[in-house]
């Protein structure tokens, strides 16, 4: 691990998630020079004692060696598989993830949507978030959500139900199963999909997190579809972080004598929110959104101003550091064989990518 | 009766309701001529001869003995109870009503509200409908409603439990009860409300007039809230007409499992209508809103250019033949004491009104 890395892994152990004013100093100063600053006491925050307290308890090995028992993996800002979408978040995003799963995080975002409702949803909500997730992950479709009961679950298990990959992004550390009756439905995500936070094994589930963690489902999706949601609930706030960063919301409305339906039809009139009627809503307004970027802070930096959208979205889904077959690329674009082999011609000509068979590999430049 | 309300009777019995190019001649020529040019098959029309054959049936006096036998009677464009609010079709405009029930037309229609929906409705539909009546109709709202199965019965049935005004817009005469099995529906609506038809007494309901109907609906209220719609459906025929006369439109969402409430849902996602979810969004949205015109063809047109439009509002509400106390002018204003007394100050002072004690009637001028 180098020194950078270490910095960043201690500063998701010391720095409250989400946190604008110290990911600005982070981005100003760098990683290892907020790190020192936090020890000296050189930080002009009134939360100062609380960070140095827990940076003189954090231990680099300590939670080097958590990692295995969880059968965890970290993933830093500038790997391949850091989903370049978090960097919409800016300082607030996140300084790294611990993820359980063995899918790569970057390709499932590439064509992923948030479905997010209450915990005390209704029997047609659970239907609805089941029934939708289950046709999207057949599309191809990354469900993101969280791991509460209600909405969450029901995606979940939509998705799992279709064979499909679902992420699930937890608001305690990614070992921690809350709520305690889900440790089951977690363990089958992890099998197929991917259980994802930003706070270290071990960490216990508080109110703030959750809706720092909205943020994170938020930007990693390409929009985010609300199922039910009662007025003024925690989940219009993964609604209003998704409108925050240009994401498209989709609100599922329901009979106007169900209070849990009261806060879709309040996203719908208030124009937050586009009325979904159908899951197929959905891929009509998200498929043609170009929210991806290549542009990166990480080795993935090229370039590409001279790239379509549809070729800069092929050489997204290209890794770099392994081989990826036209399936898998299938699969990650969400793209036709045609139109991926046409891009791909383009990109190796221009040095962008390599092929060797039926293999292709981002080429380092 | 007159030679023009004469020749706009022989026009209702022979020309088919809401037919533009005949009521372009009518305004162009007058009524008298146009029936003239019928009789002598001076009309470039390809139904000249079906109107020569109505209009020699046509019997002045026997339409007239009809009216009373149906306890009904009749209205022209040019009486005090003419709703200006029908003037907004153009020459689409009925040549005259038939009505039975006792309530002024004109005083119901100035607070009113289309509401509208399927006749295959669900449980769920029938209850919103009725409950949402009711509550309007405590308010003073007037409902207005065809009397088809379903939500139009569900709607008048709400203000008859609440003891108040509900108008029924039939695409039959009057006097003909279609369905049959909504005749005690019919006779209760008569009681206290208004039964409404621009076809002669006997008329029987034919699929083209429910269409034609519905502009009526529309055009005599301030805004048009449909309940439950299937996709492709007659209802949207009312809100369509209600969105081209500028009046708005609510719909209410639903279960999107429901096809009934897939045609509000389709309404909303292509903004011709506001979604609903509690009756006093209706209120809300048509409160403010200034439908009313008092300049006319008739005997209230003065200029009124300089009044407020509250001041508008408050003498279109003032009777032209007869007194009408504070709480009746509250009743059919909408509006409070306080704003009734203050503009019928001004009305009073510059010559519109005429006071007495606590009442007030319209002036002559």
Known sequence: MNQQHGALLALAHVVEPGDHHMGRLVDQFGAQAVVERIRAGAVPDRRIEGMQARLARFERTEALDALEPAQARLIFRDDVEWPSQLDDLGPARPY???????????????????????RASTHYGDRVAREWCGQLSDQGWCVVSGGAYGID?????????????????????????????????????????LLVSESPIGTQARRQRFLTRN??????????????????????????????LNRPVLA????????????????????????ATDWRDIPELLGGED?????????????????????RLVLDAVPLRAWATLEELIYASGLSARELLASLGVLCA????TQEGNSWRAARV
């Open 153 to 193: 679950a029901a995606a979940h298990l939509g998705v799992l139900s279709a064979g499909g990959v679902t992420a699930c992004i937890l608001a305690s550390g990614v070992d921690v199963a809350y709520p305690r009756a889900h440790a089951s439905l977690f363990a089958r995500i992890a099998d197929t999909g």
């Open 215 to 244: 943020r994170i489902i938020a930007a990693l999706t390409r929009g985010t579809v609300v199922i039910e949601a009662a007025l003024r609930s925690g989940t219009t706030s993964t609604a209003n972080a998704a409108h925050a």
């Open 96 to 118: 790294v993830l611990w993820i359980i799963g063995s899918a790569s995080l970057r390709l499932a975002a590439l064509r992923s949507v948030a479905v997010v409702g209450a």
């Open 252 to 275: 599922v409305p329901g009979s106007v004598e169900s209070p849990l339906s009261a806060g879709c039809h309040q996203l719908i009139r208030e124009q937050q929110a586009v009325i």
């Open 350 to 353: 221009e040095g962008f990518v």
């Open 291 to 311: 929210v991806i970027s290549v542009e990166g802070t990480g080795p993935v930096s090229r370039p590409t101003d001279g790239l379509t959208s549809t070729q």
